[in-house]
C-alpha cells in the first residue's frame, strides 16, 4: 500500500519561507516521478514541480527560480523549498507519485499567506 505523508505547511508572512516534506512508503521516489502540485480556494489543482528519476526537474510557469524541488533518497523523502511567498501563493500543496500504472496522491498540507 502506497502512502505518501506530507508535512511542513505552515502560515507565513509575505516574503518568507517554507520547506514542505513528503516522505514515501510503499513506492520508491529513487525510481519513480515525485512532485508537488496545489490547489488554490476556488481553483483547479496546478502543477508545481516534478522530479524524475534521472533528477530531471520540471517547474509550473513562474514558479522555477522560487520553489526548488529536491530528493533524499536514503528518507524516501522529496521536498519543496518555497521562497518569497506571495499570498497568491496560498493553497494546500499536495504531494505526488508516478509509477509506470499508477498515480498516488498525499492528502494535502496548507500554506496559507495573508495579504
Known amino acids: 500500500q502506497v502512502q505518501l505523508v506530507e508535512s511542513g505547511g505552515d502560515l507565513v508572512q509575505p516574503g518568507g519561507s517554507l520547506r514542505l516534506s513528503c516522505v514515501a512508503s510503499?513506492?520508491?521516489?529513487?525510481?519513480?516521478?515525485g512532485g508537488w502540485y496545489r490547489q488554490a480556494p476556488g481553483k483547479q489543482r496546478e502543477l508545481v514541480a516534478t522530479?524524475?528519476?534521472?533528477?530531471?526537474?520540471n517547474y509550473g510557469d513562474a514558479l522555477k527560480g522560487r520553489f526548488t524541488i529536491s530528493r533524499d533518497n536514503a528518507r524516501n523523502t522529496v521536498y519543496l523549498q518555497m521562497n518569497n511567498l506571495a499570498p497568491n501563493d496560498t493553497a494546500v500543496y499536495y504531494c505526488?507519485?508516478?509509477?509506470?500504472?499508477?498515480?498516488?496522491w498525499g492528502q494535502g498540507t496548507q500554506v496559507p499567506v495573508p495579504s
Open positions: 505526488n507519485a508516478k509509477s509506470r500504472s499508477n498515480v498516488y
Open positions: 522530479i524524475t528519476s534521472g533528477g530531471g526537474t
Open positions: 510503499g513506492i520508491i521516489f529513487s525510481i519513480n516521478t
